[in-house]
């Protein structure tokens, strides 16, 4: 089981940490992707780190802005969101396959119930 915390409500330009939990399994073995989903759009990839050497990907609309990282010893991904906007406003995703990096959703086996992130003034 995956289990993310961290959303909020916040005004542009200020930051926020997701984390991603595990229960139930060990992260090490998984790369660990992030995506989000905003009302009426399609489930969309963020950003991804593997497994065995913390290689990460990131989308073009995120780079720059936003850092994945992983604590293997908390079992826990982390999305530190900087310099919001309002279009980020989403529900946040994190989720976990064997193999190598992918943004792409339907690569990922093992998924969370999501975080909301608003991002308004």
């Known amino acids: 089981q995956l289990v993310e915390s961290g959303g909020g409500l916040v005004q542009p330009g200020v930051s926020l940490r997701l984390s991603c939990a595990a229960s139930?399994?060990?992260?090490?073995?998984?790369?660990i992707g992030w995506f989000r989903q905003a009302p009426g759009k399609e489930r969309e990839g963020v950003s991804c780190?593997?497994?065995?050497?913390?290689?990460?990907d990131y989308a073009d609309s995120v780079k720059g802005r936003f850092t994945i990282s992983r604590d293997n010893a908390k079992n826990t991904v982390y999305l530190q969101m900087n310099s919001l906007k309002p279009e980020d406003t989403a529900v946040y995703y994190c989720?976990?396959?064997?193999?190598?990096?992918?943004?792409?959703?339907?690569?990922?086996?093992?998924w969370g119930q999501g975080t909301q992130v608003t991002v308004c003034s």
């Open positions: 989720a976990a396959r064997r193999l190598g990096l992918s943004l792409m959703e339907g690569d990922f086996e093992i």
């Open positions: 139930g399994f060990t992260l090490d073995y998984y790369t």
């Open positions: 780190i593997s497994s065995s050497d913390g290689r990460t």
